[in-house]
């Protein structure tokens, strides 16, 4: 079965860190733009952080920078979402997807800033992030 799984949720202080995993099963996200959303309770789900097939090319939410970080390990077949620093407004259930990037902006090292995400497929079912003392 085609899909995404996510892990590495969990609790943990104010401040603290958290490492979240997204790995594909029965297809290759190198071949894939894939993207990291969360949705809190009663809020609407947003992007948090997006990377597309070319390496250092990615979408960042406001919220995120500086905080949080997107990386792919082709090795592994799997896209992470480092967050550091974490709030309690960060609690959500955290999700991937495979996405549309739009908006490129063209960086000096040739990597391009997309300032819009869609997640358009293959989205998992989500991991528990909980920020709490």
């Known amino acids: 079965q085609v899909q995404l799984v996510e892990s590495g949720g969990g609790l943990v202080q104010p401040g603290g860190s958290l490492k979240l995993s997204c790995t594909g099963s029965?297809?290759?996200?190198?071949?894939?733009?894939v993207g990291w959303f969360r949705q809190a309770p009663g809020k609407d789900r947003e992007g948090v952080l997006c990377?597309?097939?070319?390496?250092?090319?990615?979408y960042t939410a406001t919220f995120a920078e500086g905080r949080f970080s997107i990386s792919r390990d082709g090795a592994k077949n799997t896209v992470h979402l480092q967050m550091n620093s974490l709030r309690p407004e960060d609690t959500a259930v955290y999700s991937c997807?495979?996405?549309?990037?739009?908006?490129?902006?063209?960086?000096?090292?040739?990597?391009?800033?997309?300032?819009?995400?869609?997640?358009?497929?293959?989205w998992g079912k989500g991991t528990l992030v909980t920020v709490s003392s």
């Open positions: 997807a495979t996405v549309l990037l739009s908006g490129g902006v063209r960086r000096s090292d040739g990597t391009y800033n997309w300032t819009e995400c869609y997640g358009v497929d293959k």
């Open positions: 029965r297809f290759s996200l190198d071949n894939y733009a």
């Open positions: 990377i597309g097939t070319q390496k250092g090319s990615t």
